[in-house]
T-cell receptor, first 116, second 117 residues
C-alpha cells in the first residue's frame, strides 16, 4: 500500500485563490520531504526541500512567497500556492524517504492543479 | 554540478520483447545512487530499481535489470518480456551521497515507452 499520501488529488479553482496541498508519510517519520512540479510530458522539477521544524530550502528560481511550505510534524508537509494564477496550473508531487543510502523516495500520487 | 540525461524521448517495443532505456549521468561525488521510476498516465511515481555507486553487481528486480557501466557513467534500464502494462513514462534519477547529502533526487528528461501488442 501507499506509504506517502497526498491530498487533494485534483483541484480546480479560480484565479486569486490560495490552494493547500498536504503530503503525509503514513507509516514512517520523515524529517525531510520534497516538493516537485511537473508539466505535461516533462520531467519532475524539484521546487523545495521541506525540513521538519525549520525553514524549507528552495531551489533557484522558485518564489518562496508564492509557494509556502510548512513541515510542522514528522509526518506532514504542506505546500500552499498563494494567490494562484493560470500559469501555476501544473502537477505537483511530493516525496519522502525513510533514510538515505539505497532507500528509494516514496512519492505521493500527485495533485493536478488547474487555475481558471 | 550533477546531471542526468535520457536521450530517448520515446521508444516502441513489441510485446514480449526486451527493451533498453538509456541513462547517462555526471557527478563529481564518488558516492551516489541511481534510481529508475515508472510513471503511468495516472501520474503516480513507481520505484523500479536502485544501483549504488559502490555496488559490484548490476541490480535486478524481476523483469527489470540495470546495466551499470561506471566508467561510461551510464545506468541503462533493461525491461525483459515487455507487457502492455509497461507502457508509461520512465525516469532515471540520481541522488548524491556524502556528508552534504540532502537526499534530493535529480531527474532525467524521461522516456515514454509504448508497448505494441
Amino acid at each position: 500500500g501507499a506509504v506517502v499520501s497526498q491530498h487533494p488529488s485534483r483541484v480546480i479553482c479560480k484565479s486569486g485563490t490560495s490552494v493547500k496541498i498536504e503530503c503525509r508519510s503514513l507509516d514512517f517519520q520523515a524529517t525531510t520531504m520534497f516538493w516537485y512540479r511537473q508539466f505535461p510530458k516533462k520531467s519532475l522539477m524539484l521546487m523545495a526541500t521541506s525540513n521538519e521544524g525549520s525553514k524549507a530550502t528552495y531551489e533557484q528560481g522558485v518564489e518562496k512567497d508564492k509557494f509556502l511550505i510548512n513541515h510542522a510534524s514528522l509526518t506532514l508537509s504542506t505546500l500552499t500556492v498563494t494567490s494562484a494564477h493560470p500559469e501555476d496550473s501544473s502537477f505537483y508531487i511530493c516525496s519522502a524517504s525513510v533514510s538515505q543510502g539505497n532507500q528509494p523516495q516514496h512519492f505521493g500520487d500527485g495533485t493536478r492543479l488547474s487555475i481558471l | 554540478a550533477q546531471k542526468i540525461t535520457q536521450t530517448q524521448p520515446g521508444m516502441f517495443v513489441q510485446e514480449k520483447e526486451a527493451v533498453t532505456l538509456d541513462c547517462t549521468y555526471d557527478t563529481s561525488d564518488p558516492s551516489y545512487g541511481l534510481f529508475w521510476y515508472k510513471q503511468p498516465s495516472s501520474g503516480e511515481m513507481i520505484f523500479l530499481i536502485y544501483q549504488g555507486s559502490y555496488d559490484q553487481q548490476n541490480a535486478t528486480e524481476g523483469r527489470y535489470s540495470l546495466n551499470f557501466q561506471k566508467a561510461r557513467k551510464s545506468a541503462n534500464l533493461v525491461i525483459s518480456a515487455s507487457q502492455l502494462g509497461d507502457s508509461a513514462m520512465y525516469f532515471c534519477a540520481m541522488r548524491e551521497g556524502g556528508s552534504s547529502n540532502t537526499g534530493k533526487l535529480i531527474f532525467g528528461q524521461g522516456t515514454t515507452l509504448q508497448v505494441k501488442p
